[in-house]
């Protein structure tokens, strides 16, 4: 079955920097767009960044030139770089794989980011 794994989570200073991962399974990686997402508790999920499958990218404004969203094919992976991390920038991060035909719309189970200032 389809399965997104995240990690890479954790506590850091404002300023510092985290690697994110998400590991697929269960379907065919490089046919599927993939997504990182944000959700703070009593506000809607938010998408950070987002990846095609041609390597394409786009970023939510408030992380514009500090995060990095990116895919390795051969090894079923999907990252997001976090960089100049702010205390807003706290939330629990979710992978999300997306593909219209046949339909996948897959979400991990999310880890937690936290920035302390």
């Known amino acids: 079955q389809v399965q997104l794994v995240e990690s890479g989570g954790g506590l850091v200073q404002v300023g510092g920097s985290l690697n994110l991962s998400c590991a697929a399974s269960?379907?065919?990686?490089?046919?599927?767009?993939f997504g990182w997402y944000r959700q703070v508790p009593g506000q809607e999920r938010a998408l950070v960044a987002a990846i095609g499958t041609d390597g394409r990218t786009n970023y939510a404004d408030p992380v514009k030139g500090r995060f990095t969203i990116s895919r390795d094919n051969a090894k079923n992976m999907v990252y997001l770089r976090m960089d100049s991390l702010k205390p807003e920038d706290t939330a629990v991060y979710y992978c999300n794989a997306v593909r219209t035909l046949p339909r996948i719309n897959a979400r991990g189970q999310g880890t937690q980011v936290t920035v302390s200032s």
């Open positions: 269960g379907f065919t990686f490089t046919t599927a767009t």
